[in-house]
């Protein structure tokens, strides 16, 4: 079992910054993927970014390609979503998830979810 606990959501200007933390709770965190994905009201969950184990590799929606960036720290069993020159279409709950296998855009395939953090973002 891995827990994951997102935090750093809140309210920002657009055009302004936030970035996004999800702690999780095993040392097992470097065996993981991990990705980010949103859900605003009344669409479904959405990929955001995705980073393998390592960190060597990195994924990203079309829609935040160049604005956002993810990072993982093994050492700190942390990963990070920094988020830029962010527009009011960012506004969701943003959730990371863990998953033991190859990264892909599929919500249903990771094996771990954080509760969520909330970003809006006014115009």
């Known amino acids: 079992q891995v827990q994951l606990v997102e935090s750093g959501g809140g309210l920002v200007q657009a055009g302004g910054s936030l970035r996004l933390s999800c702690a999780a709770s095993?040392?097992?965190?470097?065996?993981?993927?991990m990705g980010w994905f949103r859900q605003a009201p009344g669409k479904e969950r959405e990929f955001v970014a995705a980073?393998?184990?390592?960190?060597?590799?990195?994924y990203y929606a079309d829609s935040v390609k160049g604005r956002f960036t993810i990072s993982r720290d093994n050492a700190k069993n942390t990963v990070y979503l920094q988020m830029n020159s962010l527009k009011p279409e960012d506004t969701a709950v943003y959730y990371c998830?863990?998953?033991?296998?190859?990264?892909?855009?599929?919500?249903?395939?990771?094996?771990?979810w954080g509760q969520g953090t909330q970003v809006t973002v006014s115009s």
């Open positions: 980073i393998s184990w390592s960190g060597g590799s990195t």
């Open positions: 998830a863990a998953i033991s296998s190859t990264v892909v855009p599929d919500p249903w395939a990771y094996d771990y």
């Open positions: 095993r040392r097992t965190f470097s065996r993981y993927a």
